[in-house]
């Protein structure tokens, strides 16, 4: 028991120290703060100096001249921040386009032509090896090719296209359906 109770007086030595350690900085550190500033003295005044008849009449002529403003006029200009080529917009994502729409008209075969009561389709196999039914109308290839006309041997396609100039053009592409098949001479 004696123990026990040596080392409780030990215990409160050490929180008492360190209660008073931390008033005495606290303490201190007050003392170097203080509110109390010196207020700053005013500058100088510039020391006036006479005015002459000259220095008055210079600035009589200053003030006398008429201020110009100038403004600026856009019109028959263009706008300096709009790109010079313009590039059409694509109308739909490339996600949203149909098979028929992501190749290029080149890489299909026509296979075959049926018609009957509803008119003239096109049988074509595309690049991935599916078949496809087209009608007039339908839209074809990456730059928007119309199948306008079909026969009993032919498929008429027409394309929009924009030339250097900015002018749209024409183009039609004629896919024939092939008498022979490939291999057989």
Known sequence: M???????????????????????????????????TKPASPPPAPAQQPRSAVTSTVQAKVEEQPVVIY?????????????????????????????????????????????????????????????????????????QGVVKKITQTTMIIEEKYKDPTGEINRKEITIELRKKQEGTP
């Open 2 to 36: 004696t123990q026990r109770n040596q080392r409780q007086p030990n215990r409160l030595g050490n929180r008492l120290f360190a209660i008073l350690a931390a008033l005495f900085l606290t303490a201190a550190g007050m003392v170097g703060c203080s509110d109390s």
């Open 71 to 143: 403004t600026y006029s856009a019109a028959g200009r263009r706008d300096p921040f709009m790109p010079i080529i313009i590039k059409e917009e694509k109308k739909g994502l490339s996600g949203a386009k149909t098979p028929l729409e992501r190749f290029p008209i080149n890489e299909f075969k026509l296979a075959g032509i049926v018609w009957g009561g509803l008119g003239y389709h096109a049988m074509l196999e595309g690049p991935d090896g599916k078949g496809y039914f087209i009608r007039v109308g339908t839209k074809i290839g990456p730059n």
